[in-house]
């Protein structure tokens, strides 16, 4: 390796997707930025996609944390709460899930059991707010097409059986011209930090990847990273005929896409989880099997990237030294200009356009006291503040226990 990638480590910050739990990744980068760390690339997809663009084009620079924590605020804004009609939610789906898929703990349980009150009522609120959401969407991020059907873009609302989505999630674009400059976010552009986002074409399953050091990062592109079709949102037009989704579906942790688009320098990485590998239990009901398996699924699985990153370093050493030896003895050697031009030209592109090592990596994990599978689509002002914070709080830690210090650019 040579001592120009050495004194050239790019700190990167990869964001997972998942819904509301994204409120977790804004506290993650508050602590990031306030211990000073300068961030090259931040890497992300759906929520995490939508916390990377305001991140690196935000309309404040100094201030991008609090700009940060000022959208998941507003997004929280948006949230409507449901009281009224919370009793007969709580009961409906009490009598669905009760003995048959997700077991709620009894709304009585005994004084004593104090930790079985707490879930309770945390599960309770989840509920309250995913049916809110469902019912009446989230007016900062995204509506249910019964809300915004007079508008000229629905023409198919008449015709459920045709629907190929239910949520509309164009709000987002008015929410986010408070918080991100596109203008900052284009090879041209002297932004320093590096913006990619990923999604994937609908119609042959390949990963799309958008690239601020490769073209101009667009609105299409933020709704295109978010627009996870299970969360009901429609598919989007980024080019002529190439239609994308969320780049969750493919991989929720985008670090095979920060490697592949700066193949050179060294990397320092935090990884934020939103969805933990591991459990200290097995589910205990078909509600929370569901909840671990969606777990499963979205969880980092980089982990054989970083594995194969750290043998093609070894490999890439190893040429390095065969490359040293032969051209040290050319002369005896005896080869002909074309060997010699072949040997140089495959040097060159096997070694110095490749080679980038993770040097160190940091998992940031969002824990789950009472595993719930509404958590994620609940945007409620307690929920959104609770996250922003245990990210906050977490990453502190992670720094402080592996003694991280700031380094210069």
């Known amino acids: 390796m040579s001592n120009q990638q050495k004194n050239n480590l790019e700190k990167v910050l990869i964001l997972q997707g998942g819904g509301s739990l994204g409120a977790f990744g804004c506290g993650v ?5 306030s211990q000073g760390f300068v961030l090259d690339i931040i890497a992300g997809t759906s929520i995490g996609g939508i916390n990377a663009a305001i991140i690196a084009g935000s ?3 100094d201030n991008a944390a609090q700009k940060l924590e000022e959208f998941w605020i507003e997004l929280s804004e948006g949230f409507v709460p449901n009281k009224n009609m919370s009793e007969l939610y709580y009961e409906n789906f009490e009598k669905f899930y009760r003995n048959i898929i997700f077991p709620l703990p009894s709304m009585n349980p005994s004084p004593d059991h104090q930790d079985l009150k707490r879930e309770q009522k945390i599960k309770y609120d ?3 707010s995913f049916s809110s959401s469902a019912l009446f969407g989230n007016s900062k991020f995204f ?3 019964w809300l915004v059907a007079k508008e000229p873009m629905d023409s198919g609302f008449l015709n459920p059986a045709k629907w190929t989505y239910i949520y509309d999630h164009r709000p987002l674009l008015k929410t986010l011209e408070a918080y991100v400059d596109f203008e900052k976010l284009n090879p041209q552009s002297d932004n320093k930090m590096r913006l990619i986002l990923t999604a994937v074409n609908v119609l042959n399953s390949r990963p799309l990847i ?9 609105p299409k592109h933020i709704l295109a990273t978010s627009a996870y079709p299970l969360y009901n949102f429609p598919w989007i037009e980024v080019e002529t005929d190439v239609y994308a989704w969320d780049g969750g579906l493919l991989s929720n942790t985008p670090l095979r896409e920060v490697l592949d688009a700066s193949p050179i320098k060294d990397k320092v990485i935090f990884l934020v989880e939103n969805y933990p590998k591991r459990v200290k239990k097995l589910p205990g009901n078909l509600g929370e099997v569901y909840h671990r398996a969606r777990d499963i699924i979205f969880s980092d699985k980089t982990e054989h990237s970083i594995k194969m990153s750290a043998t093609i370093t070894r490999y890439l050493d190893f040429i390095e030294e065969l490359y040293q030896i032969v051209n040290t003895n050319m002369d005896k050697l005896q080869l002909d200009e074309k060997t010699i031009t072949k040997i140089n030209r495959k040097y060159k592109k096997y070694h110095q356009d490749h080679g980038a090592e993770i040097k160190e990596i940091f998992y940031i994990s969002r824990d789950e006291e009472f595993p719930h599978i509404f958590e994620n689509a609940d945007f409620s002002p307690k929920t959104i503040s609770r996250s922003i914070r245990e990210g906050a709080e977490k990453t502190l830690k992670v720094i402080e226990d592996h003694g991280i210090k700031v380094k210069s650019r």
């Open 29 to 33: 980068y508050k602590s990031i930025a």
């Open 59 to 61: 309309r404040d620079e």
């Open 126 to 128: 989840q509920i309250q």
């Open 143 to 145: 509506m249910p097409r």
């Open 210 to 218: 958008f690239d601020s050091k490769q073209m101009q990062i667009k």
